[in-house]
């Protein structure tokens, strides 16, 4: 160990991945230690089943846009393959670390093994480390009392402004020397992925673009497959992995908003509320990772089929909107709101498999995978939590409703473009005749349905009604109540 280590101060990047109204870059930049960025790829992480290729492509591209920035400023982001103490250990011989600043992770239970582990290693370090609030949201909070006014105090505060200046930073070159003691993580990424891109300055287009024009028609697509894609802010990967901040959004939203977009960007905004709700709320129960949030639930057995899950996760159930919805995330990483309610309606009700066993699919396919969103919409839609209106969603009602033209259909299942509309909407109603006419057999071309839906939703509604009468379930619905609910839920849900 160099006995004449400089003193040094680290910024750790974690789902912050962003130079400004990034308050642990301020916070690091406010004394006189120079600083270094650190990213550490994890190996727990890398190898963790809810994780997939996509994300850490979608970082890498994040890093390399934030080092393009950082150029300026003769600097760069040390990205190191490791676990975090390894990384800082390391760190050690070459620097004093006096601070540690990052933003707080409400994240799986590996994460937050994680950083007990790194307490404990600052504090037999003599390391402060300073974590700072993400997004609002709150940590250690018993219950949603006045949440919801410290959500818009929060949202409203000056954006932090970072000035950066090259004097400030542990140089380029120095970072270079450092890196042969590391296991460095390449930062290419495969150049022809159809995954939306890493990077502030990506995000920041697809804001200004919903901004300026995409937003016209957010409420009257949003439920629409193929045309969400477009009418929807598509800010989620950008939003969840901290190329922006939910601030610098919601501020953006209020100078933009005028009497003609009010609506569009009202029910925006109200959707930039719910990012940190659900958040909130996972900070606040972690074991809703593992197990169902209204405990009364737990006593709920569901059988498992192997057959039934496979078919689910490759997109072959025979229900054409199930499929192409799965066929789609698979190949794009992306879903609105309505198709993923759906596929964990029909997995957890039609098909009535734990939603548990349908967690790491979705996570790994999510490109914007946000632990404290992930798992409270997971058990919303599996009608598990007692409080929520339960909704077992008809793929056909949707696929009618939604995919009228079955556009989004034909796309993702193009086994079924050339039949009549009607049909794609639902092969299994052709007569002999009509596959004749059509060249097309069922069970050949595009797989027979894997369950008799109607049966299968009245199992659903019958036992999940009946479970709510339970007094178990009553019993956790008070908890979840007095500790969940936000007072002013009503303002909470407001479009505005
Ligand atoms: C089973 C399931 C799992 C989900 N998992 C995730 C996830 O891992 N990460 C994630 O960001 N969203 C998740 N969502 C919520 C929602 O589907 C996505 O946020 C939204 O579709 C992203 O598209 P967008 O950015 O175009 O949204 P927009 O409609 O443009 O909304 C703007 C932002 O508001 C937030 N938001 C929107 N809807 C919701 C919602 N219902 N709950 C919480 N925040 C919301 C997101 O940050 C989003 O980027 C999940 C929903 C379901 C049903």
Redesign the pocket.
């Known amino acids: 160990m160099n006995i004449n280590r400089e003193e040094i101060h680290v910024v750790w990047l974690k789902r912050d991945l962003r130079l400004q109204d990034n308050e642990a870059i301020y916070n690091a930049l406010q004394s006189n230690e120079r600083t270094l960025f650190l990213y550490v790829f994890e190996n727990s992480l890398l190898e963790d089943p809810h994780y997939n290729e996509r994300h850490w492509n979608f970082i890498k591209e994040s890093i390399r846009d934030l080092n393009e920035d950082l150029k300026n400023y003769n600097t760069k982001i040390l990205c190191v393959q490791t676990e975090v103490v390894n990384a800082f250990n390391q760190l050690l011989d070459t620097y004093k670390i006096n601070g540690v600043f990052s933003h707080q992770e409400t994240g799986l239970l590996i994460t937050y093994n994680r950083d007990k582990d790194f307490t404990r290693y600052c504090r037999n370090n003599s390391i402060n480390w300073i974590e700072n609030k993400n997004n609002a949201v709150l940590r250690g909070l018993l219950n949603r009392e006045d949440w919801f006014d410290k959500w818009e105090d929060y949202m409203t505060q000056n954006l932090i402004k970072n000035e950066l200046k090259s004097e400030k930073f542990i140089s380029f070159n120095e970072i270079t020397a450092l890196e042969k003691y590391f296991q460095i993580v390449d930062l290419e990424t495969p150049k022809k992925a159809v995954f939306q891109k890493g990077g502030s300055k990506m995000g920041w287009r697809y804001a200004n673009s919903f901004f300026d024009k995409r937003h016209e028609k957010y409420m009257f697509n949003?439920s629409k497959p193929a045309l969400a894609r477009e009418s929807?802010?598509?800010?989620?990967p950008y939003?969840?992995w901290g190329n922006v901040s939910i601030r610098q959004i919601y501020q953006k939203a209020c100078d933009v908003k005028d009497a003609e977009n009010s609506k569009p960007l009202g029910a925006?905004v109200s959707?930039?509320r719910?990012?940190a709700h659900?958040i909130q709320k996972f900070e606040m129960e972690h074991t809703m990772e593992n197990v169902s949030l209204n405990k009364g639930y737990q006593k709920l057995k569901k059988s498992i089929s192997e057959e039934y899950q496979k078919a689910w996760e490759a997109g072959n159930t025979g229900f054409p909107l199930i499929d192409a919805s799965m066929r789609c995330l698979i190949e794009t990483g992306y879903?609105?709101?309505r198709m993923?309610?759906m596929l964990?309606s029909f997995f957890t009700h039609i098909l009535w498999q734990p939603w548990q066993a349908a967690s790491q699919h979705?996570?790994k396919l999510?490109l914007?995978?946000?632990p404290g969103?992930?798992f409270p919409?997971?058990q919303m839609?599996s009608g598990e939590t007692g409080i929520n209106t339960l909704r077992i969603y008809n793929p056909i009602k949707n696929s009618l409703e939604h995919d009228a033209d079955a556009t989004f259909i034909k796309k993702w299942c193009p086994e079924l473009a050339n039949l009549p509309v009607p049909f794609i909407h639902e092969p299994y109603i052709m007569t002999p005749l009509d596959e004749l006419f059509n060249d097309f057999k069922l069970g050949e071309n595009y797989p027979n349905t894997i369950v008799e839906i109607k049966s299968a939703r009245k199992r659903a509604s019958d036992i999940l009604w009946e479970l709510k009468k339970d007094k178990a379930v009553i019993a956790e619905n008070k908890r979840i109540l007095k500790k969940h609910t936000i007072s002013e839920r009503n303002r909470m849900l407001k479009n505005s």
Do not use: M, V
């Open positions: 949003i929807c802010s598509r800010l989620s939003i969840a925006f959707r930039l719910w990012q659900f879903l609105n709101f993923r309610a964990i979705l996570s999510f914007d995978f946000e969103i992930h919409q997971l839609g």
